[in-house]
């Protein structure tokens, strides 16, 4: 879906939103395959807001911060989330 989205953009500004309340885990699959998509687009991402209650999810936005360019942030709320994210 990101690839298609960002078909034709000369220079892409990302901001993602991850709702993660209702995950238990993350599978090393998906994880490798989230690592993957991260690497690719790194330079587009201006921001990714995690929101959650797990300490994994915590764990998740401080190392994601080290491979995208953009600030990564952990969330327990999602307005706060996304109030954010809609900051410029």
Known sequence: MIESALAGIEEPRIKVLFDGRQMDGWELRAAWDDFKLGMKYRGEF?????????????????????????????????EAAYDWLQES
């Open 46 to 78: 201006t921001k990714v807001a995690i929101v959650g209650n797990q300490k994994w999810q915590k764990l998740a936005a401080k190392v994601g911060s080290w491979f995208v360019s953009g600030e990564v942030k952990h969330f327990a709320d999602m």
